[in-house]
């Protein structure tokens, strides 16, 4: 993964949790990178390790800081390094949703060994959508529910999500693909 997702994981530990507790975080992951540099490339065992250590650390499941660190991709580092993108995205969380694929495309074209996941909207009605969001990562389902609950957030929505594992009827080998439920109430 990119240094700004393992940055994107110190800001969370530190704006919670203190300078002190990151340090902690890092020894226990045995990560001596002391500062990550957005645009470089890092191993995904890296971004594992420091998360599995947050969790010890501070006594939070890894689901809940993965759901906390899409809230913060949203709120805090996306409107900080892709903000034009974000506002260019769509007026609506449906409409963000529909142009994610065009946003992912712009985002590869900064960081061009980027391997997004990519989210397909499978049914779209008035009040729901059912997203498959397909990644050759493993377990960062949680981090996807913070992420669209961010986005539901920014465009003025409570979202509830359900999920459940979904079969293509096309499987690619190594990519596992989670079918999200979105629903929301009526917007007046």
């Given at each position: 993964?990119?240094?700004?997702?393992?940055?994107?994981?110190?800001?969370?530990?530190?704006?919670?949790?203190?300078?002190?507790?990151?340090?902690?975080?890092?020894?226990?992951?045995?990560?001596?990178?002391?500062?990550?540099?957005?645009?470089?490339?890092?191993?995904?065992?890296?971004?594992?390790?420091?998360?599995?250590?947050?969790?010890?650390?501070?006594?939070?499941?890894?689901?809940?800081?993965?759901?906390?660190?899409?809230?913060?991709?949203?709120?805090?580092?996306?409107?900080?390094?892709?903000?034009?993108?974000?506002?260019?995205?769509?007026?609506?969380?449906?409409?963000?949703?529909?142009?994610?694929?065009?946003?992912?495309?712009?985002?590869?074209?900064?960081?061009?060994?980027?391997?997004?996941?990519?989210?397909?909207?499978?049914?779209?009605?008035?009040n729901s959508l059912h997203l498959v969001y397909e990644s050759a990562r493993n377990g960062l389902e949680m981090f996807v529910v913070g992420l669209l609950e961010g986005l539901a957030k920014r465009h003025g929505i409570k979202i509830k999500i359900d999920q459940s594992e979904f079969k293509s009827?096309?499987?690619?080998?190594?990519?596992?693909?989670?079918?999200?439920?979105?629903?929301?109430?009526?917007?007046?």
């Amino acid at each position: 993964m990119y240094g700004l997702v393992n940055k994107a994981v110190q800001g969370l530990v530190i704006e919670n949790y203190g300078e002190e507790t990151w340090d902690k975080i890092r020894e226990r992951a045995n990560v001596d990178v002391e500062m990550f540099i957005s645009n470089e490339s890092y191993k995904d065992s890296l971004t594992y390790d420091l998360l599995v250590a947050a969790s010890e650390i501070v006594n939070q499941p890894a689901s809940e800081l993965l759901r906390l660190l899409g809230h913060y991709w949203i709120t805090e580092i996306a409107v900080q390094h892709y903000g034009a993108m974000m506002d260019a995205g769509g007026n609506s969380f449906v409409e963000f949703m529909r142009n994610l694929p065009n946003f992912h495309g712009r985002v590869a074209m900064i960081f061009p060994n980027l391997k997004p996941p990519t989210f397909t909207i499978l049914k779209e009605e008035k009040n729901s959508l059912h997203l498959v969001y397909e990644s050759a990562r493993n377990g960062l389902e949680m981090f996807v529910v913070g992420l669209l609950e961010g986005l539901a957030k920014r465009h003025g929505i409570k979202i509830k999500i359900d999920q459940s594992e979904f079969k293509s009827t096309q499987p690619v080998e190594g990519v596992n693909q989670t079918l999200f439920l979105v629903s929301w109430d009526s917007i007046s």
